[in-house]
C-alpha cells in the first residue's frame, strides 16, 4: 500500500499568485503610440485684417503661421467658399499669428469686409495673383 503523503500542519502548500493585470496590460503600448503619424494641417481658419501699404497682389503672413502650412511664397484664400485670391506671401514678424493682412481695395471690389473668416493654404496654382480665382 502507498501511503499518500499529506502536507504536515507547518508546511504550506505552494501559493500561485495571481496574475497582476495592471503590469501585464502595461507591456502592450496605447493606441496612441502605435498610430501616431502626425498629420500635417494644410489649410488654417484666419482672420483677414485690411493693410493700405500692401499691393493687390501682396499679403503678409505671420512666420509662424507660414511654417506651419509650408507657405514659402505663394498663399490662397478662400473667403465662404465663393470667393478665392493668390498671393505673394510676406512673411512678417508683427503680424498676428491668427491673422492675414491683406489689401482692401481687392477686398471690397469683391464684397469681403475686414476682419472675415477666411481659409489659407499654400497656393500650388498658376494663375495670376491678387485677383479672384475661379471656385
Request: glycine residues 4%.
Given at each position: 500500500?502507498?501511503?499518500?503523503?499529506?502536507?504536515?500542519?507547518?508546511?504550506?502548500?505552494?501559493?500561485?499568485?495571481?496574475?497582476?493585470?495592471?503590469?501585464?496590460?502595461?507591456?502592450?503600448?496605447?493606441?496612441?503610440?502605435?498610430?501616431?503619424?502626425?498629420?500635417?494641417?494644410?489649410?488654417?481658419?484666419?482672420?483677414?485684417?485690411?493693410?493700405?501699404?500692401l499691393?493687390?497682389?501682396?499679403?503678409?503672413?505671420?512666420?509662424?503661421?507660414?511654417?506651419?502650412?509650408?507657405?514659402?511664397?505663394?498663399?490662397?484664400?478662400?473667403?465662404a467658399?465663393?470667393?478665392?485670391?493668390?498671393?505673394?506671401?510676406?512673411?512678417?514678424?508683427?503680424?498676428?499669428?491668427?491673422?492675414?493682412?491683406?489689401?482692401?481695395?481687392?477686398?471690397e471690389?469683391?464684397?469681403?469686409?475686414?476682419?472675415?473668416?477666411?481659409?489659407?493654404?499654400?497656393?500650388?496654382?498658376?494663375?495670376?495673383?491678387?485677383?479672384?480665382?475661379?471656385?
Open positions: 500500500m502507498e501511503e499518500k503523503k499529506q502536507p504536515r500542519e507547518h508546511e504550506e502548500a505552494p501559493k500561485l499568485e495571481k496574475p497582476n493585470l495592471p503590469r501585464m496590460l502595461a507591456v502592450i503600448p496605447p493606441a496612441s503610440a502605435i498610430k501616431s503619424r502626425s498629420k500635417k494641417v494644410t489649410e488654417k481658419r484666419i482672420r483677414l485684417k485690411y493693410d493700405y501699404s499691393e493687390p497682389e501682396e499679403a503678409k503672413i505671420s512666420p509662424s503661421l507660414a511654417r506651419e502650412l509650408g507657405i514659402t511664397e505663394l498663399l490662397e484664400i478662400t473667403v467658399g465663393r470667393h478665392r485670391f493668390a498671393f505673394k506671401a510676406i512673411i512678417d514678424e508683427e503680424v498676428e499669428e491668427n491673422r492675414v493682412h491683406v489689401n482692401p481695395d481687392l477686398m471690389e469683391h464684397g469681403i469686409s475686414d476682419n472675415s473668416i477666411a481659409t489659407v493654404r499654400p497656393y500650388k496654382g498658376s494663375e495670376k495673383l491678387g485677383v479672384r480665382l475661379s471656385v
